[in-house]
């Protein structure tokens, strides 16, 4: 597969937090609400180029952030260049009213850094919380994201009649939006809604290549992000013995709160169905060199990481998503990780830049 693109040499580097609360680890919503506004800082400072905050609900120590946007708020007063990502919101449990003051207004409170994404939403613990149906989802997101898109376009709406404007009226400044990605169908959809598409570890690498490939063809104009844990340390076997409990932990995590999308035929998430094959991996041989192969991490030493990394900017992302650690590190861990980053890799990922897909990633 040959993709002639060359915008992975401008490819940014973002920085993904979910804030979860590991067992054994001393770090209630408190603290980690807290700790994200001081990593958040820290990234700026390490040239990072956005955060991006992720929505969940009613998943215990999985995610201790239910209104990533007020989070954003806080980090905006604390920062002058960092993009601002919420993504994403799951628009079946929302309204697209609510959506677009929230993200109005965060864009006043930024100075127009807001990055945003949408979703339908992909665990049925979260959506049944809120009483939606999984199988209402697809039509649910369509007539929700056709609102949204009308609201931030002109600021304004009609129910019953009457006419309502939005204050504060949204901005162009909030520009296109983008769609968390990981069906082949979902990537089809992003190019039709003219959405960026943004994907994470729900799937290996190899299969997501794939989609992304067909998205480029049919949205040549729309931008990509790809989401993987990074961990990285000058030693390159102490950074994966610091890493490897974490990182078990979250993708465990990640595989158990989508489980019953994985398991069991769920209406409108047949694709997931597809994926069971995943879970006896997870089962039985999880472990760091496993995730490697499937594109899902990237830990060890600097020239480690940098070829992991490399790998996927040839491909011709246009942003990469890290998730330090799987995100259960405290601030310390986390921001000298970064700075090792910003000393010794990304200076080297920015410099030269490929424009054919690399498979270096799945080796």
Excluded at 133 to 150: H, K, N, S, V
Aim: hydrophobic share 45%; proline share 6%.
């Amino acid at each position: 597969m040959d993709i002639t693109v060359n915008r992975g040499a401008m490819m940014k580097v973002d920085l993904f937090m979910e804030f979860p609360s590991p067992p054994g680890h001393e770090r209630g919503p408190e603290d980690a609400l807290h700790d994200g506004i001081a990593i958040a800082r820290a990234a700026e400072s390490a040239g990072i180029d956005a955060v991006w905050l992720a929505e969940h609900h009613f998943l215990g120590d999985y995610c201790n952030l239910a209104a990533p946007d007020m989070l954003l708020a806080a980090i905006a007063r604390e920062t002058s260049r960092l993009q601002l990502g919420f993504g994403i919101v799951p628009l079946p449990i929302h309204d697209p009213v609510r959506v677009a003051e929230r993200l109005a207004t965060l864009d006043i409170l930024s100075a127009g850094r807001v990055l945003w994404g949408v979703g339908r939403g992909v665990t049925v613990t979260e959506l049944q919380g809120f009483g939606v149906e999984p199988a209402a989802t697809r039509d649910l997101f369509r007539e929700r994201y056709g609102q949204l898109a009308d609201l931030l376009r002109t600021g304004a709406f009609m129910r019953d009649g009457a006419h309502y404007e939005l204050r504060p009226r949204p901005s162009p400044t909030l520009g296109r939006g983008w769609m968390a990605c990981v069906s082949p169908e979902s990537f089809g959809l992003a190019a039709e809604l003219e959405l960026n598409a943004m994907t994470g570890p729900f799937k290996p690498w190899p299969m997501i290549r794939a989609d992304l490939a067909r998205y480029r063809k049919a949205a040549p104009d729309g931008e990509t992000s790809y989401t993987l844990a990074v961990y990285c340390e000058a030693d390159h076997k102490a950074a994966r013995r610091r890493a490897r409990d974490g990182l078990l932990w979250v993708f465990r995590k990640i595989f158990e709160v989508s489980r019953p999308l994985l398991a069991t035929q769920v209406e409108g998430y047949e694709h997931y169905r597809r994926l069971g094959w995943l879970l006896p991996i997870l089962d039985k041989t999880l472990s760091v060199p496993v995730l490697e192969r499937l594109g899902l991490a990237a830990v060890g030493d600097p020239d480690h990481v940098l070829r992991k990394l490399a790998a996927l900017r040839d491909s011709g992302l246009d942003r990469v998503s890290l998730v330090i650690g799987g995100g259960v590190m405290d601030v310390g861990q986390t921001t000298e990780c970064m700075n090792l980053l910003a000393r010794d890799v990304l200076p080297k990922l920015r410099s030269t830049g490929g424009n054919k897909e690399d498979a270096t990633l799945t080796r």
